[in-house]
Nanobody, 119 residues
Framework: QVQLVESGGGLVQAGGSLRLSCAAS????????MGWFRQAPGKEREFVAA????????SYSDSVKGRFTISRDNAKNTVYLQVNSLKPEDTAVYYC????????????WGQGTQVTVSS
C-alpha cells in the first residue's frame, strides 16, 4: 500500500515555473514506477510524465516535452515535476500516481494539486 500527497501547486503567470512534489509513504517506494497526470475542467485526465522504478528512465507527453522534467529521490520517497514555461493550457489539477512494475495500470493516486496559469 502506498499513500501519495502532492504539493507545490499554485497560481503563476504564463512563462513561469513551479516544482510539484509528491511524497509517498509506505514500503518499497523504489519498486514503484511513478507518474504525473493532469485533469483540466471539462476534460479527461491525461498522462503528463513518468519515471521508471529501476533505471530512472523518463517519458513525457508531447505537449510538455522540453518544458517539464520528472525526477525521483528514492531516499526521500519523493517524486518531483519541474514545470517550466507554463502556458494557460497547462491549467489543471495535477495528480501523482504509483504503479507496481509488474502492472500496467497505476494503482495508487494522490489527491491532486491545482496549477493555474494566468495569461
Amino acid at each position: 500500500q502506498v499513500q501519495l500527497v502532492e504539493s507545490g501547486g499554485g497560481l503563476v503567470q504564463a512563462g513561469g515555473s513551479l516544482r510539484l512534489s509528491c511524497a509517498a509513504s509506505g514500503r518499497s517506494f523504489s519498486s514503484y514506477a511513478m507518474g504525473w497526470f493532469r485533469q483540466a475542467p471539462g476534460k479527461e485526465r491525461e498522462f503528463v510524465a513518468a519515471v521508471s522504478a529501476s533505471t530512472g528512465s523518463t517519458s513525457y507527453s508531447d505537449s510538455v516535452k522540453g518544458r517539464f522534467t520528472i525526477s525521483r529521490d528514492n531516499a526521500k520517497n519523493t517524486v518531483y515535476l519541474q514545470v517550466n514555461s507554463l502556458k494557460p493550457e497547462d491549467t489543471a489539477v495535477y495528480y501523482c500516481a504509483a504503479r507496481k512494475v509488474s502492472r500496467q495500470d497505476y494503482d495508487y493516486w494522490g489527491q491532486g494539486t491545482q496549477v493555474t496559469v494566468s495569461s
